[in-house]
Nanobody, 122 residues
Framework: VQLQASGGGLVQAGDSLRLSCAAS????????MGWFRQAPGKEREFVAA????????YYADSVKGRFTISRDNAKNTAYLQMNMLKPEDTAVYYC????????????????WGQGTQVTVSS
């Protein structure tokens, strides 16, 4: 699986952004899709994940209620809708995929896309 993330940018606090992750391959629907982020000087952290059908989702506490992960299996694309952005959301965001359907497991991702920068100004 090859992943291509897009949609990052520079926004102000309180604004919204939607990230997209386009995947290659016909087995997209067999993978859990996740989003991670890495801020300068910090370790990469889990943000959100969605299971095969899109109905199972899991979020980091820091984004719960503000971010929504979804997927469109017909388009081989996963999304991360980010609302009420805060300066502390500033990071490079990565999409990732893992086999299986345990979307609540935050490690073991096998495939990674390149990052997309999200910068939130105060």
């Amino acid at each position: 699986v090859q992943l291509q993330a897009s949609g990052g940018g520079l926004v102000q606090a309180g604004d919204s952004l939607r990230l997209s992750c386009a995947a290659s391959g016909r087995t997209f629907r067999s993978y859990v899709m996740g989003w991670f982020r890495q801020a300068p000087g910090k370790e990469r952290e889990f943000v959100a994940a969605v299971g095969w059908s899109g109905t199972g989702t899991y979020y980091a506490d820091s984004v719960k209620g503000r971010f929504t992960i979804s997927r469109d299996n017909a388009k081989n694309t996963a999304y991360l809708q980010m609302n009420m952005l805060k300066p502390e959301d500033t990071a490079v965001y990565y999409c990732a995929a893992r086999a299986g359907n345990m979307y609540y497991v935050t490690y073991g991702y096998e495939y990674w896309g390149q990052g997309t920068q999200v910068t939130v100004s105060s």
